[in-house]
């Protein structure tokens, strides 16, 4: 495959979008696809109009966390129809099925601008990308091409994890992407019957953060075992649990993007 410059295709594609949010991790497993979908979901609970492209092309996660009303891959004026759950458009490399993962790093990029461009988006206010984890070269050129707005940046409260947030905040910075907000996830464990919280990974890092970079959105979201369940059941936290205190957390995620 020869290289494309794929930035003006990209802008092109987007015309109808109005905001990119990268949401980004440094490692993977840190819950960056459970905070990707539901932050859109919070988004499109508050009247927005959203697409969620999974950009994870190692572990494409959205066909497990949000089954679509159908799963079949149509056209639309002469592009891949999005897939659609609750009113939000999805699409993955899980929904169109390519043998992406044996591919290398500057095929990825070019992959993954070709399937968000030949996309019909249409009209957006949101469009959330659930970047592949991590702030090597793919990411690096993804995030110049993409036209991002901003980016939210997932973690975890191990000490190693202040490390890794600085990484991606570095990352986006490279490509004048502004940060917008830092999620802890897992960040502490509520006992469900003394409402006492326990923080299990240490007490997190956030207030360095903001000292240090001056960021201002920090979240926690608990360890929440039906957050689990439900993402493995494909309906997304923030739709079925919509008045749980987790689910308003990210309803306030929501507000600062
Ligand atoms: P990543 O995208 O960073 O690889 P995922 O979002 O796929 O991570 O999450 C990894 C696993 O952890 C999933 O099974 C998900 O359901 C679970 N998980 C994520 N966040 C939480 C949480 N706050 N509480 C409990 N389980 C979580």
Same mark, same amino acid.
């Given at each position: 495959?020869?290289? &494309? *410059?794929?930035?003006?295709?990209?802008?092109?594609?987007?015309?109808?979008?109005?905001? @990119?949010?990268?949401?980004?991790?440094? #490692?993977?497993?840190?819950? #960056?696809?459970?905070?990707?979908?539901?932050?859109?979901?919070?988004?499109? #609970?508050?009247?927005?109009?959203?697409?969620? $492209?999974?950009?994870?092309?190692?572990?494409?996660?959205?066909?497990?966390?949000?089954?679509p009303?159908s799963d079949?891959?149509?056209?639309?004026?002469?592009?891949?129809?999005p897939l659609r759950?609750?009113?939000?458009?999805l699409m993955?490399?899980?929904y169109?099925? +390519?043998?992406?993962?044996? $591919?290398?790093?500057?095929?990825?990029?070019? %992959?993954? /601008?070709?399937?968000?461009?030949?996309?019909?988006?249409?009209?957006? *206010?949101?469009?959330?990308? *659930? $970047?592949?984890? !991590?702030?090597?070269? &793919?990411?690096?050129?993804? +995030?110049?091409?993409?036209?991002?707005?901003?980016? &939210?940046? @997932?973690?975890?409260?191990? #000490?190693?994890?202040?490390?890794?947030?600085?990484? !991606?905040?570095? %990352?986006?910075?490279?490509?004048?992407?502004? +940060?917008?907000?830092?999620?802890?996830? $897992?960040?502490?464990?509520?006992?469900?019957?003394?409402?006492?919280?326990?923080?299990?990974?240490?007490? !997190?890092?956030?207030?360095?953060?903001?000292?240090?970079?001056?960021?201002?959105?920090?979240?926690?979201?608990?360890?929440?075992?039906?957050?689990?369940?439900?993402?493995?059941?494909? @309906?997304?936290? @923030?739709? /079925?649990?919509?008045?749980?205190?987790? /689910?308003?957390?990210?309803?306030?995620?929501?507000?600062?993007?």
């Open positions: 495959m020869t290289a &494309v *410059d794929v930035s003006t295709t990209v802008n092109g594609a987007l015309k109808g979008v109005r905001s @990119v949010i990268a949401v980004a991790s440094c #490692k993977g497993g840190v819950g #960056k696809s459970t905070t990707a979908v539901n932050l859109a979901y919070a988004l499109s #609970k508050a009247g927005a109009r959203v697409g969620i $492209m999974d950009a994870d092309i190692y572990g494409p996660s959205l066909p497990t966390m949000v089954v009303e079949m891959v149509e056209f639309e004026e002469g592009l891949i129809k759950y609750e009113g939000v458009k993955s490399f899980g169109v099925n +390519s043998d992406s993962a044996i $591919m290398r790093g500057p095929m990825i990029a070019n %992959m993954l /601008s070709q399937l968000l461009t030949t996309t019909n988006w249409g009209e957006l *206010d949101y469009l959330i990308i *659930d $970047m592949p984890p !991590g702030t090597g070269d &793919v990411q690096l050129t993804l +995030s110049q091409n993409l036209n991002i707005t901003a980016a &939210v940046i @997932v973690t975890t409260p191990q #000490k190693l994890s202040f490390v890794d947030v600085v990484k !991606g905040l570095d %990352m986006f910075m490279k490509v004048n992407v502004p +940060s917008i907000a830092v999620v802890e996830n $897992m960040s502490y464990f509520e006992a469900p019957d003394t409402k006492i919280k326990h923080y299990i990974f240490g007490s !997190g890092y956030t207030q360095r953060l903001k000292n240090q970079f001056g960021i201002q959105n920090s979240f926690g979201i608990p360890i929440e075992t039906d957050l689990a369940e439900k993402c493995d059941a494909g @309906v997304p936290f @923030v739709v /079925s649990e919509p008045d749980s205190e987790t /689910s308003l957390i990210y309803d306030d995620i929501a507000k600062s993007v």
